[in-house]
């Protein structure tokens, strides 16, 4: 019986690199790729009758057809949409390839740091996306790493991050987006939730973003302006509480995504405070229900969708042994989503 054709003859018949094909046939964008290199290759997969779904069966030593998504927690698939839209992307991109997903976490409760690990040396995947890692679970993916077992890290802020194969956009320039805006509408004081604590080194890039803006104005940050939730609105409304027991004037909140920032608008309320005439309020995501918001969120949009994508795309070249970029950022632009609750139109009337 014949083989069936592979990623290799379509870059040979298309005079292309293996990467490139990777990046077309799995639809990544934003990558130099011409129309017509991508219409080249397209037509070669067509011609030797190439079929994407057939990656499962080519994968360089893969036997089980999975790999593997690492989340922190599970309990956070409950309460964080970014990590749902995440979650329901790689899926999608997992049942295009021939491939199964399996989601394991690693840093529940009850649970060794880096039990995930008896996945890779059970055999029971061939490869591994691991989102937003912890400090704590670093020595773990170091150590998969140094074994040569496919591993892509999804996003950014890893100390060592010329170890790994990674991808992501820089949140510290999207941070630093949001609070540009606040300032150029007046504000000084400006108070920051992250969205999770310190220990997710995603987390810190965010505060990194938060931080170096300020600085770049010139404006101290009063240590009792920053404080820490856990995901899910419920901890966002808790840390928004904890912020103004503190009884230290801030005129604007940067929530650290659109979840947290659903939970501050509600303690705001509480505490008598209006957003945005009283307290300026963003988020970061853009998720679909942002607009929505009792005071519609002002954000920034990033495309998760075409992130997981190349995020997968990395995946699928590593476990064909193909040649990857080691780290890839995508240049897509993070857009400004400006809504009622940073009070950009109550500044617009006054002038």
């Not at 592979?6 to 130099?32: I, K, P």
């Not at 295009?96 to 997903?101: E, I, V, Y």
């Not at 009792?224 to 904890?242: F, K, L, N, P, V």
């Not at 042994?321 to 940073?342: A, G, H, K, T």
Request: aromatic share 6%; charged share 20%.
């Amino acid at each position: 019986m014949k083989s069936p054709p592979t990623s290799n003859e379509v870059a040979r018949r298309a005079g292309v690199s293996r990467t490139t094909v990777s990046f077309v046939l799995n639809n990544v964008r934003d990558q130099g790729i011409s129309e017509a290199t991508r219409e080249k290759v397209l037509a070669a997969a067509r011609d030797i009758g190439y079929e994407p779904n057939a990656a499962a069966r080519t994968l360089a030593g893969g036997s089980t057809s999975t790999v593997a998504l690492v989340i922190p927690k599970a309990a956070h698939l409950y309460v964080d949409v970014f990590l749902a839209q995440l979650v329901a992307s790689i899926n999608e991109q997992c049942h295009q390839h021939g491939l199964k997903m399996l989601i394991e976490s690693s840093d529940d409760e009850g649970r060794e740091p880096g039990a995930f690990v008896d996945l890779v040396r059970s055999r029971r995947i061939d490869g591994l996306i691991v989102v937003n890692p912890s400090e704590a679970g670093r020595q773990y993916l170091a150590s998969i790493a140094d074994a040569g077992i496919p591993l892509v890290v999804f996003g950014t802020g890893l100390p060592d991050m010329g170890r790994y194969h990674t991808t992501g956009n820089d949140t510290s320039v999207a941070a630093k987006m949001l609070v540009n805006h606040l300032v150029g509408l007046g504000h000084t004081q400006i108070a920051f939730v992250n969205f999770a604590q310190p220990e997710y080194l995603a987390v810190n890039e965010r505060e990194r973003g938060w931080r170096e803006a300020m600085a770049d104005h010139g404006l101290p940050i009063d240590p009792a302006w920053c404080a820490y939730a856990d995901i899910s609105a419920a901890s966002g409304y808790r840390a928004t509480q904890e912020l103004l027991a503190r009884k230290v004037p801030f005129t604007a909140l940067f929530a650290g995504n659109d979840t947290i920032a659903f939970g501050a608008i509600k303690a705001l309320k509480e505490a008598g405070l209006r957003v945005p005439e009283d307290i300026a309020l963003v988020g970061y995501d853009d998720i679909p229900m942002a607009e929505f918001a009792s005071s519609p969120l002002t954000t920034v949009r990033t495309d998760t969708i075409g992130l997981c994508r190349e995020a997968m795309a990395m995946l699928l070249a590593l476990l064909r042994r193909e040649p990857v970029p080691q780290v890839l950022y995508p240049e897509r632009p993070v857009e400004l989503v400006v809504r009622e609750s940073c009070g950009a139109q109550l500044a617009k009337a006054k002038n």
